[in-house]
């Protein structure tokens, strides 16, 4: 890839900051004269430095409306950079050599593996994750310590995704598409959706145990403009949370179970661009977990099915955990 990419829509600009492990975002206005003058240095880097993983983009702040006032950019021009899905840095265009400076230096750190890139830096996220909201800050993602060969997903309609999907490091299929395009069997593999009513029933093992502070879920139901949406799938409202159990819940079996916690997602929690809802968790309670079951009691809409997609685990990863050995932490069955 070289030169940079111009931005058509807000759901165009998520999937290459969470896809990309570097993005260079140039807020400007075509009648600027300070645009006019730093457009030719950016373009300039944008040839220079842009390849696999280091994206260079272009917003027209006027035309794309709502993404400037997402960044604040109502006064181009106006650089943000994004590194591996989180802004990094933010500041006006009228220095060039600050602009240089800047992403030269971070350019460099995705090429040598620093600065929070590849097996070097100690960070558990691969470069290219998919994430569907920000890092809070101070943690990291860290799906990668889901067992993958343990999970269980009960009442999933077979048609769709197996419960792996869920966990995959790809940006969904429908993300940035139009209404109705995640409704076609073509990506049938690339979510997940309920079988018999709205119910789902999650296990998720871990290799090691973790300090969970935010789980993230992305769910992509088609658009429709007919009255009757009962034949679309809808996205989950009513989320039960539990911590280390042995083996998955069945449904009955978690109505006499407290949850660890338990969220009442409004549409208002969803973000529309990313298709994603944030599960803030009490960080007290799951500050050693091996296991976590998510039951999805009910969905928001008239549906019959829930749809998930992605799933993402932030916070900490601790030691290791021995396989075939577990144990019961704080649990009096």
């Known amino acids: 890839m070289s030169g940079s990419t111009q931005i058509s829509s807000p759901e165009q600009l998520v999937s290459l900051i969470n896809s990309q492990r570097l993005v260079v975002v140039n ?3 075509e ?8 457009g030719p240095v950016y373009d300039q880097l944008a040839a220079s430095l842009a390849r696999p993983g280091i994206t260079f983009t272009k917003v027209n702040a006027e035309k794309q409306t709502q993404i400037a006032q997402s960044y604040g950019a109502t006064n181009p021009p106006l650089f943000v950079i994004f590194k591996q899905g989180n802004q990094v840095s933010k500041f006006t265009g ?15 750190e995705v090429e040598s593996g620093e600065g929070g890139f590849g097996e070097a830096s100690g960070s558990s996220s691969a470069p290219g994750t998919w994430r569907g909201a920000a890092l809070p800050r101070g943690y990291t993602d860290i799906t990668d310590q889901v067992d993958v060969r343990g999970l269980d997903l009960l009442n999933s309609d077979s048609e769709f995704g197996g419960v792996k999907t869920l966990f995959e490091t790809k940006a969904p299929t429908s993300l940035g598409k139009g209404k109705g395009a995640s409704t076609g069997k073509e990506a049938s593999s690339d979510w997940v959706e309920s ?25 992509f139901p088609p658009k429709s403009d007919d009255d009757d949406d009962d034949e679309n799938p809808i996205r989950p409202k009513t989320i039960r949370l539990y911590t280390n159990r042995q083996h998955n819940l069945g449904f009955e079996e978690a109505e006499d179970i407290a949850p660890t916690q338990i969220f009442e ?9 990313t298709g994603t809802a944030k599960l803030e968790l009490r960080f007290v309670k799951f500050q050693n977990v091996y296991s976590l079951v998510l039951f999805v009691v009910d969905g928001d809409g008239e549906g019959e099915k829930t749809r998930i997609d992605r799933i993402r685990i932030i916070g900490e990863s601790g030691e290791k955990r021995e396989m075939g050995k577990l144990e019961k932490v704080g649990h009096d069955d």
């Open 195 to 219: 079988d018999v009513d709205e119910q789902l029933m999650l296990y998720v093992p871990f290799i090691s145990t973790l300090k969970i502070h935010t789980i993230q879920i992305s769910s």
């Open 31 to 38: 009648w600027n004269e300070t645009c006019k003058t730093i």
């Open 94 to 108: 009228q220095n060039p050599q600050q602009l240089s400076d800047n992403i030269k230096k971070l350019a460099a």
């Open 265 to 273: 997602l409004k549409p208002s929690d969803w973000d529309e661009s």
């Open 27 to 29: 807020f400007y206005n």
